[in-house]
């Protein structure tokens, strides 16, 4: 099973730099897809609402490797994530076009989002 890594305490997560989403909904709605980790911060606070799909065992086998998105700041977004990894996840299951809207690069890299490994 893919996982999930949800920024929060900090800047995402927050009704004052995201307001009219229901934060505990979207973590809800993320949990019932995939194993979900709290981070307390991600380093990339002007990204807010960031979430880090992990790809499952399968999916890292077969090339998936961690994608970052940011300003996942509506429903649409958690829900087009929840249907990604329903679909497979990095590795097994193409991500939809929607998605790579919300594609960032992870702090301390450059190019390429989803590089930075959080599958511990």
Do not use: F, Y
Request: aromatic share 2%; net charge negative.
């Amino acid at each position: 099973m893919s996982g999930i890594t949800v920024c929060r305490d900090c800047c995402c997560g927050s009704v004052r730099k995201v307001p009219g989403l229901d934060h505990d909904e979207q973590l809800r709605s993320l949990s019932e897809i995939a194993e979900v980790r709290v981070s307390d911060c991600l380093d990339v606070c002007e990204q807010a609402n960031v979430v880090v799909v992990r790809p499952s065992p399968e999916g890292r086998a077969a090339g998936g490797r961690p994608v970052w998105l940011g300003l996942v700041n509506h429903p649409d977004a958690t829900r087009d994530i929840a249907a990604w990894i329903g679909d497979g996840g990095p590795g097994l299951a193409p991500m939809p076009d929607i998605l790579t809207l919300h594609t960032i690069t992870p702090p301390g890299r450059t190019g390429g989002a989803g590089a930075r490994d959080l599958s511990g």
